[in-house]
């Protein structure tokens, strides 16, 4: 029997949640926060330990699931990631889920990162860009995405908040 470490036990524990409209793009982002493990299943939860606070990481698909599921998952998570590719769905469709299922967690000072892929302007979440809970982060095809993804998990972690 294994002992826990004490860091393990002292550092702030947040819920974070991953959702996406785009299957491949929650996989590659998904592998980039728990260090290289893939998502096995539409519904998963994992507790990653190796960063400045641990976090219980629920990740969700968009296509299967309903706005009560939605808030019942996210209405916990203190953090939220939305993921979206602009370069393979329409704006409008990505800006309604947004709307619907995303935007209210704004309202109550959750973090909101939406990782956004996009070799076009984006200006769908124009709106929201003034929030201090509110980041945009855009991935072109030619950006490293590595550094991307760490960009806006480091711009999570500073913000997080009980």
């Known amino acids: 029997m294994g002992t826990i470490c004490s860091s393990c036990t002292t550092k702030e524990t947040y819920n974070i949640a991953l959702v996406s409209t785009d299957e491949e793009k929650r996989a590659t982002v998904y592998k980039y926060m728990t260090k290289g493990h893939l998502p096995l299943t539409k519904y998963q939860e994992i507790r990653l330990t190796n ?4 976090y219980n990481l629920t990740t969700l698909n968009t296509d299967d699931l309903t706005m009560d599921v939605w808030e019942a998952y996210l209405k916990f998570s203190k953090a939220t990631f939305f ?10 469709v990505v800006e309604k ?4 299922y995303v935007s209210n967690f704004i309202k109550n000072n959750y973090i909101i990162v939406v990782m956004c892929y996009s ?3 984006v200006t769908i979440f124009d709106n929201y860009s003034e929030l201090n809970s509110f980041k945009l982060v855009c991935i072109k095809t030619e950006d490293d995405e590595m550094k991307k993804l760490k960009e806006a998990f480091a711009w999570m972690e ?4 009980k």
């Open 119 to 121: 070799d076009n302007p």
């Open 51 to 54: 960063y400045k606070h641990n």
């Open 97 to 100: 889920v947004f709307e619907e």
């Open 158 to 161: 500073k913000n997080i908040k």
């Open 83 to 92: 993921v979206c590719d602009l370069n393979k769905s329409a704006d409008f």
